[in-house]
């Protein structure tokens, strides 16, 4: 199993201390700023645990809010926890660097749910299915780079296996069941792999089939994380060149009433692998 040295946990906890003792300084971002000398974008960032803060940049933020002694030491030793390698730093540059946070995201994740259209998400798909991904996406790179991107990808499934195990809720497009990527084997050896992570107490997955129509989420895929440490859920979003996070408690609301929605309209579990097993036999007679 995969040993998991994750910044991205602190990172969250002094993010959230930072944004806590700026309040407790009677401070607005656009007061504090100036006096930090840091855009308010800056300072959003790193309140968002969506920017790494340097200590040197803690030190000089726990002044301005009075923070001193043992408490000032321990987050300026936060912030150099926060700044480290984490797991993944093994695969090199493997890994794209607008998507290292959200691996950091996931690895410190005690919930995730997500909705696919035409691919199978990330932590279900087996190797072989990953590599013609990864090989689609860019042409341009070399076996050695979609090898170790592959298993990467393999690396980041064994949450689902740890001892205290991520939950994952995946519903499925059928779309993807059907997308023949790799060939009918590759696709065949797929979907067994669905059927067999379904097995897992902690793996929800069902399949959105092409008869229900109209929905709710048309056109756009999505993924939901939640947090042992109770802090608000992040919706993720990816597009072919970056990852987008939405963070806006409303904005988020709505997405988990859409995921509600899409989970009562796709098949059940039990239906969802009746279908699968079905497409499995079909590509292997194909």
């Excluded at 998991?4 to 656009?30: I, V």
């Excluded at 660097?97 to 005690?110: H, R, T, V």
């Excluded at 919930?111 to 689609?136: H, K, M, N, S």
């Excluded at 919706?235 to 904005?251: F, H």
């Amino acid at each position: 199993m995969t040993q998991r040295g994750n910044p991205t946990a602190r990172r969250r906890q002094l993010a959230r201390e930072l944004r806590r003792l700026r309040e407790q300084a009677r401070l607005t971002l656009e007061a504090a700023s100036p006096l930090l000398n840091f855009s308010p974008a800056k300072l959003s960032k790193l309140e968002r645990a969506q920017q790494a803060a340097h200590p040197n940049d803690v030190t000089v933020m726990l002044a301005v809010y009075g923070v001193t002694g043992d408490r000032a030491a321990s987050l300026i030793e936060l912030a150099k926890e926060g700044r480290r390698k984490g797991w993944w730093e093994i695969y090199g540059d493997a890994v794209i660097d607008w998507f290292e946070s959200y691996i950091g995201l996931e690895s410190d994740a005690s919930e995730i749910r997500t909705f696919e259209i035409d691919l199978i998400p990330g932590l279900l798909q087996a190797e072989d299915y990953a590599r013609e991904v990864i090989q689609a996406w860019r042409s341009d790179i070399d076996a050695d780079t979609i090898e170790r991107r592959a298993k990467l990808r393999a690396a980041r499934q064994s949450r689902l296996s740890e001892e205290d195990p991520l939950a994952l809720h995946a519903i499925i497009g059928e779309a993807a069941l059907r997308q023949l990527i790799g060939g009918a084997k590759v696709m065949a050896r797929q979907l067994e792999g669905l059927l067999e992570k379904a097995e897992l107490d902690n793996v929800t997955i069902q399949v959105l089939p092409f008869s229900a129509g109209v929905h709710s989420s048309l056109g756009t895929a999505f993924t939901t994380l939640s947090f042992p440490d109770g802090e608000g859920d992040v919706v993720y979003l990816e597009t072919l060149s970056k990852g987008l996070y939405i963070e806006v408690a409303e904005d988020v609301a709505r997405y988990n009433e859409i995921f509600d929605h899409l989970r009562d309209t796709a098949l059940s579990p039990g239906e969802s692998a009746s279908l699968i097993q079905r497409l499995v036999d079909e590509f292997l007679e194909g």
